[in-house]
């Protein structure tokens, strides 16, 4: 946002005449403001692989572009049309990237950083879309409960001719929902069993849980370490309120992280604090309550990873919570330079989501909590934290974690920042 919006800008007052192409999760979503900028003209509302080459062709021929699939644009009138969805391609019979050219001009090894996973580690995407339509995802409008995959063979194939171009050792698969197909997952193991490759992706836990302890055991086997869930909350009543859909429970999040402990692959769990309640009591004891859940799942699990997040909306139009949130006051900025504020930065990071039910005593209660976990129970993933400094901070913040007490944790804090450079993965990633 911080290059695209001035970058757009400064192009559009200097060359009226280009027309401006935006796609992606943010500008999908909050197309309207997009739009009304007055600098971007066409926006992709979904893949573009097929419908851009398309784009360009109508707009270099002076073509109309209404028949064109997974678009937002304003017509002539100024009204705001979006074109019908295009269904998700087959993946296998896209053409392969060309990574061997892309090697000419700037070399994959600055691509491929040291992490957890290994010392070159490759993000990939084998896939787009998920099957679920939880109302505070971003994926649910683009996509719309659709998910499509490249075959098991395929993904090989790439990663295959990657290593030929620089061995690569350790892979992230940043699909939205990677463990959709099993017999997809099952074929893609046998495949890499033997490359010595570790490997992380996303996943459900109603999903994952449907795997036989065979399934686990294979893929962990052939390198699976970490899988991400997004565990939102501890009560059934919240992930019912937030249409988290299938069959996930309270009672399967804690019982499927003991199941994955047994096969050493860590579940990444991350919980969303701070959904709208009915009244301010409800939403701190929701709060409350997520953060025992929290503990619960810890001690089930100790190797489980915990990702905090406090509730930023990214509803689906239509959807109840989407009513909640307006019932309540919230509101989007009606200006696309305000996104680059200061306090929409920290909404966009999921940290301060300026949310009208979160009081400052829920914010800080959230982010204290958040302060003392992760100096109680340290993220496996920052490569920076000594066993030694493990330690320190683990003994310093243990009566705080063991008896509930997070006010002002200020000595933790400044070790974070200042001794350890605590890394966030929720915002840092690996």
């Known amino acids: 946002m911080k290059q695209a919006i001035p970058y757009t800008k400064q192009i559009k007052q200097e060359y009226p005449e280009v027309t401006t192409i935006w796609g992606g999760y943010f500008a999908s979503n909050q197309f309207q403001v997009c739009l009304e900028s007055g600098y971007i003209d066409v926006i992709i509302n979904g893949p573009g692989d097929d419908v851009f080459p398309r784009l360009i062709d109508a707009k270099e021929h002076e ?36 990574y061997d050219h892309l090697n000419k001009f700037y070399p994959l090894n600055r691509f491929l950083p040291k992490t957890i996973l290994g010392n070159a580690t490759l993000g990939y995407h084998s896939s787009f879309g998920c099957p679920f339509t939880c109302s505070f995802c971003a994926v649910v409008p683009i996509y719309n409960a659709r998910w499509k995959g490249q075959s098991a063979k395929r993904i090989y194939q790439e990663y295959s001719k990657l290593q030929e171009i620089n061995p690569v050792d350790s892979i992230e698969f940043h699909d939205n929902n990677f463990f959709v197909s099993k017999k997809r997952v099952i074929e893609f193991a046998k495949l890499i069993m033997n490359d010595n490759i570790k490997w992380w992706g996303e996943g459900r836990i109603d999903t994952m849980n449907q795997y036989t302890d065979e399934d686990l055991d294979l893929i962990s086997r052939a390198g699976c370490k970490m899988i991400f869930f997004g565990a939102e909350s501890g009560s059934d009543e919240v992930l019912k309120q937030v249409d988290k859909g299938g069959t996930q429970t309270a009672e399967q999040i804690i019982s499927f992280a003991k199941r994955l402990k047994k096969f050493n692959i860590i579940p990444e769990y991350s919980f969303v604090l701070g959904f709208p309640g009915k009244d301010e009591a409800t939403v701190m004891r929701q709060i409350n309550d997520d953060i025992e859940f929290i503990k619960k799942v810890k001690k089930a699990n100790p190797d489980t990873e915990i990702i905090i997040y406090i509730y930023s909306p990214v509803p689906t139009e239509g959807s109840e919570l989407y009513s909640q949130l307006q019932s309540a006051g919230f509101e989007f900025p009606n200006k696309l330079e305000d996104w680059l504020k200061p306090a929409w930065e920290s909404f966009d990071l999921r940290k301060n989501p300026l949310t009208p ?38 003994s310093l913040s243990y009566y705080r974690y063991k008896y509930s007490f997070y006010h002002f944790p200020y000595e933790l804090k400044i070790l974070q920042k200042f001794w350890l450079k605590y890394r966030q993965p929720e915002i840092e990633g690996f």
Do not use: Y
């Open 63 to 98: 073509k109309p572009i209404d028949d064109i699939e997974n678009l937002i644009f304003k017509n002539e009138h100024g009204e705001i049309i979006k074109t019908k969805k295009q269904g998700l391609l087959d993946q296998d019979k896209l053409p392969p990237l060309p």
């Open 357 to 394: 039910w979160l009081t400052p005593k829920m914010v800080d209660k959230i982010k204290n909590f958040e302060t003392v976990l992760n100096a109680f129970h340290p993220t496996v993933s920052d490569l920076r934290l000594t066993p030694k400094k493990r330690k320190v901070i683990r």
